[in-house]
């Protein structure tokens, strides 16, 4: 079956780093995307990686590796704004999203 | 700036009523989805359009059926409302071709539906 896994829930301090992982096991392989999602509002997206490797946007970072069916998100400086839930998804063969259940991210001053 | 606008945040209906979830985009976008999200779940993709008049199945189109008369509006109704319907309805758009769904989706900020 397909399936994406990411940690429920992380914690994180205020101007820290902190990566979340996701990994992924689907039919096919044509994506990988980040969502972010503030508690009572719509996702937004923040990054599509398809390549392996490192894409930076400015303090959010998303990596690839295909080969062992793994991405995540790095966020550095930490602000409190950041806390949310982050969502990866992976685009299958068929060209159909499959949603990991989203880690929850507090962050404590 | 693309915007997403579902119908109604907050909904409270009892079994049995039907239900009309309406969402509508302003970017003409060719696809739109529904999608339901419960906690502990990933988002479950239950139907979505990428024409006018045009609809597929995503993976729990059981109890509901879609509409999409206009490009910019796509309507999700639950013929007859029950219990393990009760979840938050998250409507999107995306402006990519059918033949490339990599595009960003664009969401609406959803509709917490509770059938009591």
Partial sequence: GQNIDQPTEMTATEGAIVQINCTY???GFNGLFWYQQHAGEAPTF???NVLDGLEEKGRFSSFLSRSKGYSYL???ELQMKDSASYLCAALDSNYQLIWGAGTKLIIKP | DVKVTQSSRYLVKRTGEKVFLEC???MDHENMFWYRQDPGLGLRLIYFSYDV???EKGDIP???SVSREKKERFSLILESASTNQTSMYLCASSLSGRGD???ELFFGEGSRLTVL
């Fill in chain 2, 62 to 64: 059981e109890g509901y």
């Fill in chain 2, 53 to 55: 008049k045009m609809k």
């Fill in chain 1, 74 to 76: 790095l966020l550095k």
């Fill in chain 2, 101 to 103: 769904p990599t595009g």
């Fill in chain 1, 25 to 27: 096991q689907t039919s």
């Fill in chain 1, 46 to 48: 923040l990054s599509y």
């Fill in chain 2, 24 to 26: 509508v985009q302003d």
